[in-house]
């Protein structure tokens, strides 16, 4: 079994619902993976059981959190060096990745923003810009999260899809939204390619 120890709160969240996505648009059989939620970094240490039983029993930990930036007490070094210190105190095995790229700071909206369809919906990031620079420095201006909840809220959607935005779901198996052929999405799933090709050896 591959577990996935996800940053996000809950399964209700879009973290959590866009990795269960791109793992079935990979093919991956989802009977050999389980995507564990941790409440964030602070709260990692609260799944050691889970790490530690997991290896015994010949699966593989992959750590999946966001490398945040210097402005949130983060970076990809600083939280890459974090994590790797609470895996060697906690003593179990796991690899790590950390959104956008597992390169550079950011955070999963920063990788989000990159896979949303610019190409089809031009005027809604234009019109989304032009709003930001109304609201000046007077305003306090929307975070990426809020830019991606307002771009998949203002699509026109049946019923039953706005209802699944509340949990999570964004729509990410829909092309005319979400390209998840897109080459900033590389790195992660070659990371993800990587673990499981060696969990199924």
């Known amino acids: 079994?591959?577990?996935?120890?996800?940053?996000?709160?809950n399964s209700s969240t879009p973290e959590y619902v866009f990795i269960s996505t791109l793992l079935r648009f990979m093919g991956v059989d989802s009977s050999i993976f389980n995507l564990i939620p941790v409440n964030g970094?602070?709260?990692l240490h609260?799944?050691?059981n889970h790490f530690i039983q997991n290896t015994l029993e010949?699966?593989?930990?992959?750590?999946?959190?966001d490398a945040d930036s210097a402005e949130n007490n983060g970076g990809?070094?600083?939280r890459k060096d974090e994590l790797k210190e609470v895996i060697s105190r906690l003593g179990i095995e796991a690899?790590?990745?950390?959104?956008?790229?597992?390169?550079?700071d950011g955070d999963f909206e920063t990788m989000l923003e990159s896979v949303a369809r610019k190409d089809l919906h031009e005027g809604f990031f234009g019109c989304f810009k032009d709003y930001e620079y109304?609201?000046?420095?007077?305003?306090?201006?929307p975070n990426r999260k809020g830019k991606l909840y307002a771009y998949i809220t203002s699509m026109r959607l049946s019923n039953r899809q706005r209802r699944s935005i509340g949990s999570g779901n964004w729509l990410f198996e829909n092309n005319d939204f979400w390209?998840?052929?897109?080459?900033?999405?590389?790195?992660?799933?070659?990371?993800?390619?990587k673990n499981f090709m060696q969990d199924n050896q």
């Open 1 to 9: 079994m591959i577990k996935i120890f996800l940053e996000s709160k």
């Open 41 to 43: 970094k602070d709260s």
């Open 46 to 48: 609260l799944s050691a």
């Open 58 to 65: 010949g699966g593989t930990n992959l750590i999946i959190f």
């Open 76 to 78: 990809y070094e600083r």
């Open 95 to 104: 690899e790590i990745f950390l959104f956008p790229d597992d390169e550079h």
């Open 134 to 141: 109304c609201l000046g420095d007077r305003y306090i201006h």
């Open 179 to 193: 390209n998840l052929n897109s080459p900033s999405l590389e790195p992660l799933k070659s990371f993800l390619n």
